[in-house]
């Protein structure tokens, strides 16, 4: 089992916590391999929407995988993205910056933000029970 963040704007991660699935990178297949059967993940939303600067800083969800492999969907036209099914957990949003000292995947603590730029990050098993204990 093996642990991630993943970060999406708040109105995207909406959207799959309302549909039961995990998407990233903007629906590419090749983030979504990765994620195995019962792996977990953790939504981190820098922005409250995608096409917005406002910032946001707050972990939004987490969930667990419970498919076997990604899947294609057709939103419209021009974009059809993989997805993952993923039950989500009940949580409550929760600011990453109190948590930064403590979070080991993040290194450089001054500049945290160029970490989670990457977009789909693995972390281990504590720091995830820290962050969704919290949430919880």
Known sequence: MKYYVIVVSK???????????????HGKKNLLEKLKK????????????????KPYQKFTAAGQVYDDKPYQTQVNENFKPWRRKVKYSDIEELEIKPLIQQLSFIKNKKNWGLHLRAGFIEINKSDFELIVKKML
Do not use: N, T
């Open 38 to 53: 019962h792996d977990w993940i953790i939504y981190y939303s820098s922005k409250v929407k995608y096409d917005v600067d």
């Open 11 to 25: 109105d995207h991660v909406e959207k799959g916590v309302e549909g039961g699935f995990a998407q990233a990178g």
